[in-house]
């Protein structure tokens, strides 16, 4: 599914009911080669799939991989470039035993690294730890959860996704 490409990318911009409103000029600041996982469960099945379709298709013209929060053979009729989520090419961990359960993914996205809106007093990683978790990690890890181009330079070198951070 995800098109076998020789290098990941290196940010993440995920999609939420947040973010909806301001999507189309996210996804056009975008560097060329960055990824884009489209979630929108708070939308009702017919509109989620149109609100893709548009999304998709800059994404298209952009360069920008999309990923599908769904299964992988709900990615393969949307058209998406891979799956998000249990099972697809890129998972979601937030400890070592789930780094260790990724499945058939290619990538993984270790969170919460920063303290985020989406889950406020939820315990974080931070800086040391999220890079002690992702050295051990037998994929390539990105970072998720607070991040954003300021904290993204305490994690250095490591790739990284964002709802709010990057919208």
Known sequence: MM?????????????DAR????????????????????RHYHLPP????????????????RGIAIMLAGSRREARAWRADGAYGPGGEVATAHSLRELRRTGRARAVLLSPAFPTRSHPGAKVLGPLRFLLLAAQS?????????????????????????IDGLS
């Open 3 to 15: 098109k076998r490409q020789t290098h990941l990318p290196r940010r993440w911009l995920v999609s």
């Open 19 to 38: 973010n909806d409103a301001v999507l189309e000029r996210a996804l056009a600041r975008l560097p060329r080669g960055s990824g884009f996982i489209y």
């Open 46 to 61: 017919a509109e989620r799939r149109a609100r893709y379709e548009a999304l998709r298709r800059l994404c298209r013209a």
């Open 138 to 162: 037998p994929l390539p890890v990105s970072a998720l959860g607070g991040v954003n181009r300021r904290t993204a330079r305490r994690i250095p070198g490591t790739a990284w996704g964002a």
